[in-house]
């Protein structure tokens, strides 16, 4: 069985002095994050000295960012690169969110360039995919979850595809309170186990991790997490607040 990865990403939330909060209230609420799963926070830039602290005395907690450039210096005004990120600890980068589609351009081709440079440097890319309602509704879902995931993973070797994560977010389900089914979310998960395998072979599909995205709570947790080839989430909302997401990382255990 796949190790679960409970991902909180903070989006555009928590500055320094929250994020020291936060980690600490999280601390008390699970004082060693249990050895059967991994977690992860990926706070805003700005963020991850403070974090990288609090994360070092925090047994087990991972940090990661939310995008990383593809090159490895130059004249690129307001981006990091991913040596920047291993400075301060990251061993985890979201790379293609839907917000970051959505609202700064990225593509499947600038997907593909993050993954490929975050796994050369030896950072597990999560790589965000899924589909609009409006697709859905079309029945178009299928096939360009596919195609995203075919792009991502363009020219990246089996060998480096193991440390990838890929996030199943459908876009109707994010901050919108409603979560896809977990029948639902296995179809799309399994589709997608099925397109690694096609892509490489059994055993590297079999070893990808694949997160389910999209107000994904305590109470849903459960149900979600249970379904065979749900390997984790990747949590916004609910990874605000040290307790629910301490209750998914507890509800993960007691699944792993
Ligand atoms: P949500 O966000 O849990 O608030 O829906 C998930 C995400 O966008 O990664």
């Not at 974090?51 to 005395?57: D, N, Q």
């Not at 193991?162 to 996030?167: L, N, P």
């Not at 096609?198 to 694949?210: N, P, Q, V």
Request: net charge negative.
């Amino acid at each position: 069985m796949r190790r679960f990865l409970i991902a909180g990403n903070w989006k555009m939330h928590n500055g320094p002095a929250a994020t020291r909060s936060l980690l600490t209230e999280l601390n008390e609420e699970v004082p060693d994050i249990p050895d059967s799963l991994d977690a992860l926070v990926c706070p805003p830039f700005v963020s991850l000295e403070a974090a990288s602290e609090k994360v070092r005395k925090h047994f087990g907690l991972f940090l990661g960012a939310q995008n990383l450039h593809f090159e490895d210096e130059g004249a690129y005004t307001g981006e990091v690169t991913a040596d920047m990120l291993k400075e301060v600890g990251c061993e985890y980068v979201i790379v293609g969110h839907s917000e970051r589609r959505e609202y700064f351009g990225e593509t499947d081709k600038t997907v593909n360039l993050k993954v490929k440079k975050a796994v050369s440097e030896g950072i597990k890319p999560i790589f965000c995919v899924g589909e609009s309602l409006k697709q859905r509704k079309a029945g178009e879902h299928v096939n360009l979850v596919k195609k995203q995931v075919q792009v991502a993973l363009n020219e990246v070797e089996a060998s480096d595809a193991e440390d990838v994560v890929v996030a199943y977010e459908p876009l109707w389900a994010i901050g919108t309170g409603e979560t896809a089914t977990p029948e639902q979310a296995q179809e799309m998960h399994d589709m997608i186990r099925g397109e690694l395998a096609e892509l490489y072979d059994e055993d590297t599909s079999d070893a990808i991790r694949i997160l389910y995205g999209g107000s994904m709570k305590p109470h849903n947790a459960e149900d979600l997490l249970g379904q065979p080839d749900v390997d984790g989430g990747l949590i916004g909302g609910a990874s605000l607040k040290a307790e629910s997401f301490a209750d998914i990382i507890r509800i993960a255990e007691e699944l792993s």
